[in-house]
């Protein structure tokens, strides 16, 4: 059914013509044009933007980081991201691209129950990944000396993808300077101060980076509030049987994520 409401959608701007049967004069085939192509447009500079400063002020603080604390400060951080990756990778991997495309082909009355799909299935896959996080340090992958950045990071990287999943009902609404902006300023406090400590305060990296995993919290906070607001339920559902589809669902998708990291 949902595919056949996507292809229907899909038949309907193309053929010109509105849900009623009428015709599109040439003016308001122009007009629906260059509105949607401005939109693309504008989602498109907004993200590449985003992402571009945001990465150039992360290129920023490892060279910082290296100069500051030299080979071994660099190798933590380095490491710690790492791991933090990781981690985000089993706990959030599959949703944002699954959330999207199912959001997007739901009529309104379908995505409550979809969202509480979502939600469930998420905070499930979520725990999965603070298990994975507790096992590398019971077995040693983390380093005692290193914990510290190795969770501040890991809080930080799970918080931020998390609030991909989260910004599903404004991505598939193709709403997405919000979310953009919103995951700029929140990364963009977080590697300036971190900056400013190292440039100015000279503290262990641990106190560096502190900022980080308030950071990581603010955004998926943020992100969920966003979901809220476009009328997305807070509340998860509790169906085992929903829980297992909507992870199969998610199987191709994180495994895409998987190859491109």
Known sequence: ASDERFHSKLFTLMSGSDVS????????RRSKLVSSAMKVLTNAFWLSFCRILADLLSFALI??????????????????????????????????????????RAVAAERPQLWRDILSAQCAQLLVGALAFGLFALVGIIRKGNILVVLELSVYVVGWTLSRTFFVPAMAAQS????????????????????????????????????????????????????AARGAPLRPGRSVRRIISTLRGTMPFAGSDVLNQ
């Open 21 to 28: 049967g009428r015709k599109y004069t040439v003016r308001e």
């Open 63 to 104: 060279t910082v980081i290296s100069r500051k604390y030299g080979p071994a400060g660099t190798g933590d951080y380095s490491y710690a991201f790492a791991v933090g990756t990781l981690v985000a990778m089993i706990s959030t991997s599959g949703f944002e691209d699954y959330g999207i495309r199912q959001y997007a």
């Open 176 to 227: 997405m300077v919000r979310p953009a902006l919103t995951d700029l300023t929140c990364r963009l406090t977080a590697i300036v101060s971190a900056l400013l400590a190292v440039l100015l305060l000279h503290p262990a990296l641990p106190v560096a980076l502190a900022v980080f995993p308030l950071a990581g919290v603010t955004i998926a906070t943020l992100a969920l509030a966003n979901a």
